[in-house]
């Protein structure tokens, strides 16, 4: 089990504000086994997920950032169930997701898809186009001639050309081959895509080209993205709301433009600091806060707020009182002291 991590409900929620939460996700914890050492013992537990909770409204981007190794493609891959939680829930549309059987599952995996970072080692080099993208239909029971048909017409709708369906992988580029792993996590019909680092592998041209597709799929199919980035400005570009995450768990959450016009943890601002601005006189004037060292060890958390040790702005309680999360400038931030 993990300790708290709100002062109070999630509030400022598309469950609170009114209609249902399309994803509503609480408390939710990975623990992954301690490796082994030479003598055979175990060590501690890494606590890759520590508690992590947010609503995602239909229609929504929330996008999760984060240093190396927070927890973000863990998160992920549990909203999917490609990982089985420790503990905590994850409900879809009514239904969570973390307790339903294998069998149960299936409409799920219709409902919610994932994209990945590295388009070419994520897709199959021995199969085509075809087989690819058709193949969560065949899983869901279409006929093959319907599957094909349906994988052409996906080709189509994310900017290649159908008469390239029998091609492999090997034959596109990296930006060509995301928009093959993006037509293929389409093919069901899904409401909500978690894309973890969709765009990170790519160059910076193609980047751009396959950010744009994705907005304009979310627009023209209603969707809903969970977006995992490090890169601030491309979350900056698609998200609606952002959440901030520090060794396995939301820091700061909130309406993007809250957050990037006026970081409250201390955490997101060092972060946002290190964000080239477009306008060199403001680059020149701008502070850059340093971060000194690397994040501990999801193995052995710091105690207290397990950010303290980095921390500018560390006083004596946090080295032993963990903040939890509390609305603070409109959004929700784990710290004792938020703002300037
Ligand atoms: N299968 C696993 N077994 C043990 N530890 C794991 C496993 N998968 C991930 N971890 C650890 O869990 C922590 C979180 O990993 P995760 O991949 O979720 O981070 P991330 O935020 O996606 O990082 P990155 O930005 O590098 O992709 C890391 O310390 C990682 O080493
Ligand atoms: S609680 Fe203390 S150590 Fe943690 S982020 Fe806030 S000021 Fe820094
Ligand atoms: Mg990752």
Same mark, same amino acid.
């Given at each position: 089990m993990t300790t708290p991590t709100h002062a109070a409900p999630p509030a400022g929620s598309p469950a609170e504000a009114g209609p249902a939460a399309l994803l509503s996700v609480r408390d939710l914890a990975m623990a992954f086994p301690g490796r082994r050492s030479a003598t055979g013992r175990r060590g501690a537990p890494v606590r890759a997920v520590d508690g992590v909770s947010f609503d995602l409204a239909a229609g929504e981007t929330l996008g999760l950032v984060g240093e190396s190794g927070c927890g973000k493609s863990t998160t992920g891959r549990m909203l999917v169930r490609l990982l089985e939680p420790t503990s905590g829930s994850v409900v879809f549309d009514g239904r969570d997701v973390t307790r339903l059987s294998q069998r149960a599952l299936r409409p799920l995996r219709r409902d919610v898809q994932m994209v990945f970072q590295d388009p070419h080692s994520s @897709?199959?080099?021995? =199969?085509?186009?075809?087989?690819?993208?058709?193949?969560?239909? @065949?899983? =869901?029971?279409?006929?093959?001639?319907?599957?094909?048909?349906?994988?052409? *017409? @996906?080709?189509?709708? #994310?900017? /290649?050309?159908?008469?390239?369906?029998?091609?492999?992988?090997? *034959?596109?580029? +990296? +930006? %060509?081959? %995301?928009?093959?792993?993006?037509?293929?996590? /389409?093919?069901?019909?899904?409401?909500?895509? $978690?894309?973890?680092?969709? #765009?990170?592998?790519?160059?910076?041209? $193609? %980047?751009? =080209?396959?950010?744009?597709?994705?907005?304009?799929?979310?627009?023209? @199919?209603?969707?809903?993205? $969970?977006?995992?980035?490090?890169?601030?400005? #491309? #979350?900056?570009?698609?998200s609606d709301r952002v959440a901030v995450m520090y060794l396995g768990r939301i820091v700061e959450i909130g309406a993007k433009r809250d957050l990037y016009d006026a970081p409250q943890h201390p955490y997101t601002r060092a972060l946002l600091s290190a964000v080239p601005l477009p306008d060199p006189a403001a680059e020149r004037r701008r502070e850059r806060i340093v971060l000194l060292g690397d994040p501990p060890s999801p193995a052995a958390p710091p105690p207290g707020?397990?950010?303290?040790?980095?921390?500018?702005?560390? %006083? *004596? $309680?946090?080295?032993?009182?963990?903040?939890?999360?509390?609305?603070?400038?409109?959004?929700e931030v784990a710290c004792h002291f938020p703002g300037d």
């Open positions: @897709l199959n080099p021995r =199969q085509t186009v075809s087989r690819i993208i058709s193949d969560p239909l @065949l899983v =869901q029971g279409w006929s093959a001639a319907d599957a094909r048909r349906r994988a052409a *017409e @996906l080709m189509e709708l #994310v900017g /290649l050309i159908p008469e390239h369906i029998d091609r492999y992988p090997h *034959e596109f580029s +990296g +930006g %060509q081959a %995301q928009r093959i792993g993006i037509a293929r996590s /389409l093919a069901t019909g899904p409401r909500l895509i $978690v894309a973890d680092e969709p #765009v990170s592998a790519l160059d910076v041209s $193609v %980047q751009a =080209q396959i950010v744009n597709l994705m907005e304009r799929l979310r627009e023209e @199919l209603g969707l809903s993205y $969970v977006f995992i980035a490090h890169d601030l400005s #491309v #979350v900056k570009r698609v707020c397990s950010f303290h040790p980095r921390c500018p702005k560390a %006083q *004596e $309680v946090c080295r032993t009182e963990r903040p939890l999360l509390r609305i603070a400038a409109s959004r």
